[in-house]
């Protein structure tokens, strides 16, 4: 069984910095893709950010370029979201999921964390 379970949200003033992790179970994390998405309020869920294992390979939205980072440690099964200089326009809740396609598209992945809470405000 594939289990996702992302922790790190939290309540924060625009500038400052959170660090997400998701801890994945079941699932070859090795051959396979993670991604982390947002959704905020009345809004579409957003791919955010996705590192390919087998190709090594990551990509970030056009807005979270050169503020965020994706990074996996594969001793502790998990991928994090370090996230610096957060706007308000940054929150939402953030989940991770995994898939066995490198994309953006929040459809094409299998399974799926719970979420986590991104508040940013003053």
């Known amino acids: 069984q594939v289990q996702l379970v992302e922790s790190g949200g939290g309540a924060v003033q625009p500038g400052g910095s959170l660090r997400l992790s998701c801890v994945v179970s079941?699932?070859?994390?090795?051959?396979?893709?993670i991604g982390w998405f947002r959704q905020a309020p009345g809004k579409e869920r957003e791919g955010v950010s996705y590192i390919s294992m087998p190709f090594g390979g990551t990509w970030y939205r056009d807005s979270a370029k050169g503020r965020f980072t994706i990074s996996v440690d594969n001793s502790k099964n998990t991928v994090s979201l370090q996230m610096n200089r957060l706007k308000p326009e940054d929150t939402g809740i953030y989940y991770c999921?995994?898939?066995?396609?490198?994309?953006?598209?929040?459809?094409?992945?299998?399974?799926w964390g719970k979420g986590t809470q991104v508040t940013v405000s003053t």
């Open positions: 079941g699932f070859p994390l090795n051959d396979g893709n």
């Open positions: 999921a995994a898939g066995l396609i490198a994309t953006w598209m929040p459809q094409s992945y299998d399974h």
